[in-house]
T-cell receptor, first 112, second 109 residues
Framework: EAQVTQNPRYLITVTGKKLTVTCSQN?????MSWYRQDPGLGLRQIYY???????DKGDVPEGYKVSRKEKRNFPLILESPSPNQTSLYFC???????????FGDGTRLSIL | RKEVEQDPGPFNVPEGATVAFNCTYS??????FFWYRQDCRKEPKLLMS???SGNEDGRFTAQLNRASQYISLLIRDSKLSDSATYLC??????????FGAGTRLFVKA
């Protein structure tokens, strides 16, 4: 089954404790992206990747890092999480830049 | 001004009604447009792509007006199951994808 898999689905943690949210897709898609969704603000793009080893900032990259060492994986790293990063996060992928994206189930992060 | 703007609603309509949503975008170089549906904080799912000539999928019709920089979604014969948030999505051509904040729709019996 074609899918985008995120882990964990839920996480409660404390300020400053490094965490990684994994994202994996099995569709051989070139383009992958991370979004955060907050009430009233919609989905905002954090980082995106057009291919292996090619990543770039979206609209809200501060406090996040990503890597794309393999085509299928695109982890989101919070080196020193802060409460303002409490949000619902989605990973997405698509065959190319301008094609519809497939989303993972989402990860709810709470930073205390 | 936001790059992509939608009326947040909510739109409350009875079953069987026709409802239309508009979405405006600011970047005239935008290349691709989509409508997504999102249920109660679940993942967004593609409803339909929007083509220059307009396109229809069952009860749903999407249109693009490049001159006025907006896209629209028309839902005919609304069903209870159409209740959701509808997200307008624009690919700007600068490698970024911009989502509108979404329009809430409630369809009531």
């Amino acid at each position: 089954e074609a899918q985008v898999t995120q882990n964990p689905r839920y996480l409660i943690t404390v300020t400053g404790k490094k965490l990684t949210v994994t994202c994996s897709q099995n569709m051989n898609h070139e383009y992958m992206s991370w979004y955060r969704q907050d009430p009233g603000l919609g989905l905002r793009q954090i980082y995106y990747s057009m291919n292996v080893e090619v990543t770039d900032k979206g609209d809200v990259p501060e406090g996040y890092k990503v890597s794309r060492k393999e085509k299928r994986n695109f982890p989101l790293i919070l080196e020193s999480p802060s409460p303002n990063q409490t949000s619902l996060y989605f990973c997405a992928s698509s065959p190319n830049l301008d094609q519809p994206q497939h989303f993972g189930d989402g990860t709810r992060l709470s930073i205390l | 001004r936001k790059e992509v703007e939608q009326d947040p609603g909510p739109f409350n309509v009875p079953e069987g009604a026709t409802v239309a949503f508009n979405c405006t975008y600011s970047n005239s170089a935008s290349q691709s447009f989509f409508w997504y549906r999102q249920d109660c904080r679940k993942e967004p799912k593609l409803l339909m792509s929007v083509y220059s000539s307009g396109n229809e999928d069952g009860r749903f019709t999407a249109q693009l007006n490049r001159a006025s920089q907006y896209i629209s979604l028309l839902i005919r014969d609304s069903k209870l199951s159409d209740s959701a948030t509808y997200l307008c999505v624009v690919f700007t051509g600068g490698f970024k994808t911009i989502f509108g904040a979404g329009t809430r729709l409630f369809v009531k019996a």
